[in-house]
């Protein structure tokens, strides 16, 4: 039996992505039809309230290279990455954004790479033109903090822009935790990663889909998904802060027994209150965000649901629910 698995797919999360999507599947069909490869490009509409769905429609009736997944809502770029990931057949997976910041001209290499024996040929940004300082500086704090704190080390500079071999690809379907960073999920399963640096262009139109706020969250959900060491730190100021009680304790008996200067100031009281109830919230908010997250795991709801599927040579899906 002949398998109908393409060589190459090349996933495409979309949310209102209108203003560059014609430019961008325009880029990628013509760098993808200059490798020898059999190749399928996946868009994600990832619950786009503008008109990408229309346009991927309109894409898909004139290209049968294109198969089109629309998710009920906007689940959020990690997770209509990992709904492209479920749904490739491929022997090798891409995954590439739709503003353009990512060149598609990179994917070549990162396909003789692969072909050279690399099962991750992950992108490093050497330049990344277009964007703030503010920007720049945040992403490189984003980064040595995950690689402070977190139990894996992500390549500064390396974002979701990658290839990824079809063992790899199955190795990340078995993980279905709900706060997901791919990016970090991708070191964590080995393999033979290659890095391949590139310079990144600035954003063809829109506006970023990762603010300040995101990235924050993004950067807990690493922190938080791939480490204990929040717990751990909690457990070692605990243990700081009863050693200076148990040592003003002394003090303060010291004086009372031993000496005439023992009437109580309440500064001091004040001061310690102030200080151990503070911790107190810093460290009922750590152990929360860990038990905020076992809660969300136990209700096993799935990662996305599916509206409908089309193009390709697959039959239209139309208000199809699909969980993983």
């Known amino acids: 039996m002949i398998s109908s698995r393409r060589e190459?797919?090349?996933?495409?999360?979309?949310?209102?992505?209108?203003?560059?999507?014609?430019?961008?599947?325009?880029?990628?069909?013509?760098?993808?039809?200059?490798?020898?490869?059999?190749?399928?490009?996946?868009?994600?509409?990832?619950?786009?309230?503008?008109?990408?769905?229309?346009?991927?429609k309109e894409i898909a009736d004139t290209c049968m290279r294109v198969r089109v997944l629309r998710l009920s809502r906007n689940f959020g770029h990690q997770i209509a990455v990992t709904a492209g990931l479920d749904h490739a057949d491929a022997d090798a997976v891409v995954v590439i954004d739709a503003d353009l910041q990512d060149p598609p001209e990179v994917i070549p290499e990162m396909l003789a790479r692969w072909k050279e024996g690399a099962e991750v040929v992950y992108g490093v940004r050497r330049t990344r033109n277009g964007e703030s300082a503010f920007k720049l500086r945040s992403a490189r704090v984003f980064y040595r903090l995950i690689n402070r704190l977190s139990e894996v080390s992500i390549p500064l500079e390396a974002g979701d822009f990658r290839l990824m071999d079809r063992k790899v690809v199955l190795a990340l379907r078995q993980m279905r935790e709900r706060h997901r960073l791919l990016r970090a999920m991708t070191t964590w399963v080995g393999f033979r990663q290659v890095a391949l640096p590139y310079d990144r262009a600035a954003r063809f139109a829109g506006t970023s889909k990762y603010p300040l706020r995101k990235m924050l969250a993004l950067a807990v959900d690493g922190v938080v998904?791939?480490?204990?060491?929040?717990?751990?730190?909690?457990?070692?100021?605990?243990?700081?802060?009863?050693?200076?009680?148990?040592?003003?304790?002394?003090?303060?008996?010291?004086?009372?027994?031993?000496?005439?200067?023992?009437?109580?100031?309440?500064?001091?009281?004040?001061?310690?209150?102030?200080?151990?109830?503070?911790l107190q919230f810093i460290f009922l908010g750590i152990v929360g965000e860990y038990v905020g997250r076992i809660y969300s795991e136990t209700k096993q709801r799935p990662l996305f649901l599916v509206l409908e599927t089309f193009g390709g040579a697959r039959e239209s899906e139309a208000l199809h629910a699909e969980s993983t």
């Open 225 to 278: 998904s791939f480490s204990t060491v929040p717990l751990r730190v909690v457990t070692f100021v605990g243990l700081g802060v009863s050693l200076l009680s148990v040592l003003g304790i002394v003090y303060a008996i010291t004086l009372r027994l031993l000496t005439d200067n023992w009437v109580p100031g309440w500064t001091l009281i004040f001061i310690s209150l102030m200080f151990i109830g503070g």
């Open 8 to 56: 190459l797919c090349v996933i495409v999360p979309c949310y209102d992505e209108e203003a560059v999507l014609a430019h961008t599947h325009a880029r990628l069909v013509e760098v993808l039809e200059r490798t020898s490869v059999d190749f399928e490009i996946l868009y994600v509409d990832d619950g786009s309230r503008d008109r990408t769905a229309l346009l991927l």
